[in-house]
C-alpha cells in the first residue's frame, strides 16, 4: 500500500514537473504515455523467463518509470525545437531520426549492463534477477514503442488542437 501512494506521489511529481517546463497540461501526458509500454515488457519478460513479480520487480518499476521518461524527454523536445523552424511531420521524422542513436545508445547500456545478472545463477543474486528482468524488458520494450508512439502522439495531439481551434471560429462566426 505504501509503494502504491508512492507511485501515485511520484507520477504526479513527474506530471508537475513537466508541465511546468512543457508550459503544458497534455504534453506531459504524451511523455508520459511511454510509462505502461514499460510495464507491458516487464510483465512479458517476467512471463518468458519464467519469474514472478516481487517486491523489488515493483521497486524496478518505479525506476524504469524514470528511464523511459527520459526517452521520451529526449525525444520530445528535440521535435518541438525543430517545429519551431519546419513542419510539423519534417519535425517529426526528423527530430525522431536525431535523437534514435541516444535513445537506442542509452537504453542498450543501461541493458547492456543488467543483462550479466539476469543470467547470473548464485544464491545471493537470486532476489536481484526479477529487478533486473523488469528493467531489461520493460526498458527493451518501451525503447522501441517510444519512437513510434510518442511522435504519433505529438501528431495526434497537434490535430485536437487544430480540430479545437477550428470549432471555436466557427463558433465565433456563428455568434
Known amino acids: 500500500a ?13 506530471y508537475v ?3 511546468w517546463v512543457f508550459a503544458s497540461y497534455v504534453r506531459p501526458l504524451v511523455v508520459m504515455s511511454i510509462i505502461p509500454m514499460g510495464f507491458v515488457g516487464a510483465v512479458v519478460g517476467h512471463w518468458l523467463l519464467g ?20 526517452n521520451s524527454i529526449i ?7 525543430r517545429w519551431r523552424r519546419q513542419a510539423l511531420y519534417e519535425a517529426i521524422v526528423d ?11 542509452t537504453s542498450a547500456t543501461t541493458i ?15 532476489f536481484l534477477i526479477p529487478m533486473a528482468l523488469t528493467l531489461v524488458f520493460g526498458l527493451a520494450c518501451a525503447t ?6 510518442v511522435p504519433a502522439l ?6 485536437f488542437r487544430r480540430l479545437f481551434r477550428l470549432r471555436q471560429q466557427a463558433a465565433f462566426i456563428e455568434a
Open 154 to 159: 505529438i501528431a495526434v495531439q497537434d490535430d
Open 2 to 14: 505504501d509503494m502504491r501512494i508512492g507511485a501515485v506521489v511520484g507520477l504526479a511529481g513527474i
Open 75 to 81: 525525444l520530445v523536445t528535440t521535435i518541438e525545437r
Open 17 to 19: 514537473i513537466l508541465a
Open 112 to 126: 547492456g549492463g543488467l543483462t550479466p545478472l539476469m543470467f547470473e545463477r548464485s544464491l545471493q543474486a537470486q
Open 51 to 70: 519469474y514472478n513479480l516481487t517486491i523489488l520487480s515493483m521497486m524496478a518499476l518505479i525506476g524504469l518509470s524514470g528511464i523511459v521518461v527520459n
Open 95 to 105: 527530430g525522431s531520426c536525431d535523437r534514435l542513436r541516444a535513445i537506442i545508445l
Open 144 to 149: 522501441l514503442l517510444v519512437l513510434f508512439v
